[in-house]
């Protein structure tokens, strides 16, 4: 069998007789009609038809078996050429160029002379030296009317083929159109995407509307949500949502289902977090009265009511599909997940399975590829999509190191930048350009997370080194630490921890977003330099690395004795209590471990150090924070059993009889919703 396509030389021989066809510059647009899923009589009666063969639900209700007709799908509008002969066209107009470029240079070699040759050869030179343009490092397909995104690298076979036009045409002739009526029914569940790990109710649209609760009862809720400190309130836009919630009381027809499943999400987070701030609590009569009992249980009104729209909401995202990459699809992705999480700390797993299917949903619709590098996106979708990114990339890396395992997106490139400093009243739908971005002496809702994911940035990829099969050089971790302290340097004033006495006028949540960046910084310095603080024990080469592990662990603890108090009853952290989340409480196991190991170092083998009885006392002080704090979760009532074996290694039986008129309570904690902790 010979290769059809033409050799190097039989292309030179032919290229004088062949000259482009007019087609292949210009051709008529291609009209595609729409296929009649639906029988004739239900299209014409505009009766909803369930397209059975041979005879639909409708008809056979009304008995009118024989006028149950389906008109055949339309024949597709192919031009009579095929793809080998427009492929033959393609490569007839390319040789035609190089032949033309060819005799132009041979003109102008003949003309300049040695001149023309030096200057080519030039252009050559920088030619080479030049880089790739970024077009070709994958294509982003905006369609209906720029709603949906989907994202491809540059190895993908369509992407190649994005600038032959005529052949793209040819295989977008393929396609056959979407039934317009397919995210309202559930006649396609077989073909639809799941992510709540379980099978949602079948809903229809009509069917979602029909299970709001009334006006007047979402108007009470969503506040409790907006007027908390959620971090996700971030990649939400208040005045369009503020917009968008109008319409949808005024047409709900007309909204999308991805973001009836938005508002029902958001619904349910809003009432976890609601009796988590005090005064919010008493709103409305019963749904934001003070919980009785806990959250697990399945009659208390409350969890009942957190159920019923999270049901709502998963099977609203699986009858709009996840996988369509549309609007408003990976914030209802974000919020569920996080509902998810506040309601059940011993499932950090499954959170972390749901984190990353969020987060291929997140890639497939590009959104790992800063927006300017696109034309179809305007200024204030690539925004948001920045917020989106940024807080999706800090969910990931926290909950994977949570539970021990690696992230997703330090497997990947990324080169979206960070979201500007700007208010949600400084950017709107409409602008046709970015605006100016606020000083960071500005402290605005979007500072906190901006300056957080620098520190974050590192602390990825100090997670990432931690979890290497081989030991990375401790040149790596050096090199690593350096850009950890200009990290740190960067951040802005406004977001450095100050003393309390300093913070009078503050807001408890900035305070406690001062706390959240330092933690995390220093926790950075632990994790990045664990690996060599047993070596350093023993080899004066790591002294160093043992040094700010150690320093850092008591760095950690010190800040959680400030943290603990200010959130007690009366405090000046008090409204934001539950920032002591399951999240941070493994910070502060993680530096008691790493004292923990220290202090047995240095009672085997140095036990005449000084540095013992500072160890001792803050342990000591961390176990008590823990065996009597109200809040108290699973973790750390484990740690505090921990410690207290450790102290019992370490100290004499008068400190252990102390210790053991304090026994950690294996509960869950007490009757005012401590569950519902971040």
Not at 18 to 31: E, Q, V
Not at 126 to 139: L, T
Not at 338 to 343: G, I, N, S
Not at 591 to 618: G, Q, R, W
């Amino acid at each position: 069998m010979t290769d059809p396509s033409p050799s190097r030389s039989s292309i030179s021989d032919a290229s004088a007789s062949i000259s482009p066809p007019a087609d292949i510059l210009g051709r008529a647009p291609i009209k595609r009609a729409r296929p009649q899923l639906s029988c004739t009589p239900c299209r014409q009666g505009k009766l909803k038809c369930n397209r059975e063969h041979p005879v639909c639900d409708q008809c056979a209700k009304r008995s009118r078996h024989d006028a149950c007709k389906y008109v055949p799908p339309p024949p597709k509008n192919k031009q009579a050429q095929n793809m080998r002969g427009r492929i033959r066209n393609l490569e007839s107009l390319v040789v035609n160029l190089i032949n033309q470029k060819q005799q132009d240079q041979d003109t102008g070699a003949q003309s300049g002379g040695g001149a023309a040759q030096a200057a080519n050869a030039k252009t050559e030179g920088k030619a080479g030296d030049a880089e790739p343009n970024i077009d070709s490092f994958g294509q982003l397909h905006i369609s209906n009317a720029g709603q949906e995104t989907s994202y491809v690298g540059a190895g993908h076979w369509s992407s190649i083929l994005k600038e032959i036009e005529e052949v793209k045409d040819s295989l977008d002739d393929d396609e056959t159109e979407v039934d317009e009526t397919q995210d309202e029914d559930w006649s396609h569940f077989n073909a639809r995407s799941s992510v709540t790990f379980g099978v949602p109710k079948p809903m229809s649209k009509a069917q979602l509307i029909q299970e709001m609760p009334p006006k007047e009862e979402v108007d009470r809720l969503l506040p409790l949500w907006f007027n908390s400190a959620d971090p996700l309130l971030y990649i939400i836009h208040a005045p369009t949502f503020q917009d968008e919630y109008k319409q949808f009381w005024k047409d709900p027809a007309s909204t999308p289902v991805m973001w009836i499943g938005l508002l029902y999400s958001a619904l349910a987070l809003g009432i976890i977090l609601g009796p988590r701030n005090p005064g919010m609590n008493s709103t409305h009569p019963r749904p934001f009265e003070r919980i009785s009992g806990s959250i697990y249980d399945k009659t208390d009104h409350l969890a009942n009511l957190v159920n019923k729209f999270q049901q709502l909401a998963s099977s609203a995202m699986v009858l709009a599909d996840i996988a369509k990459s549309q609007p408003y699809t990976l914030e209802t992705l974000m919020i569920y997940g996080e509902c998810e999480f506040l309601r059940r700390d011993d499932h950090h797993a499954k959170i972390w399975l749901m984190n990353g299917v969020t987060l291929r949903v997140a890639i497939r619709m590009g959104y790992h590829r800063d927006p300017s590098n696109f034309s179809g996106i305007s200024p204030f979708q690539g925004e948001m999509r920045r917020r989106v990114w940024h807080v999706l990339n800090m969910m990931d890396t926290l909950i994977s190191f949570l539970i021990g395992l690696p992230t997703l997106i330090r497997r990947m490139e990324s080169d979206t930048r960070p979201p500007r400093n700007v208010y949600d009243y400084d950017i709107s739908p409409n602008m046709t350009h970015l605006p100016k971005e606020r000083p960071v002496s500005e402290i605005t809702p979007g500072l906190y997370t901006i300056s957080k994911s620098r520190v974050m940035a590192v602390f990825g990829e100090a997670a990432e080194l931690s979890q290497r099969v081989t030991p990375p050089r401790y040149s790596t971790i050096v090199a690593l630490d350096k850009r950890l302290e200009e990290a740190h340097n960067m951040i802005p004033e406004g977001m450095r921890v100050r003393p309390l006495d300093d913070c009078i006028t503050d807001a408890p949540v900035l305070i406690m977003s001062r706390f959240n960046i330092e933690l995390l910084y220093q926790k950075t310095r632990v994790v990045l330099h664990r690996n060599f603080l047993t070596a350093g024990q023993t080899d004066s080469r790591f002294a160093e690395s043992r040094k700010i592990c150690v320093d850092a662990a008591i760095e950690i603890l010190k800040y959680q004795n400030i943290i603990t108090h200010a959130c007690s009853p009366g405090g000046q952290l008090n409204k934001v209590w539950w920032y002591m989340s399951s999240l941070t409480a493994y910070d502060f196991l993680l530096a008691a471990m790493v004292l923990c190991l220290e202090l047995n170092h240095l009672k085997s083998k140095e036990p005449a150090s000084p540095k013992i009885p500072e160890l001792f006392a803050i342990l000591e002080n961390t176990y008590g924070l823990w065996a009597n704090n109200p809040n108290r979760f699973r973790e750390s009532t484990k740690g505090a059993n921990m410690l207290k074996a450790m102290l019992k290694k370490c100290s004499n039986d008068s400190v252990m009889q102390a210790l053991s008129l304090t026994p950690p309570n294996t509960g869950l904690g007490d009757s005012t919703c401590p569950q519902f902790s971040k």
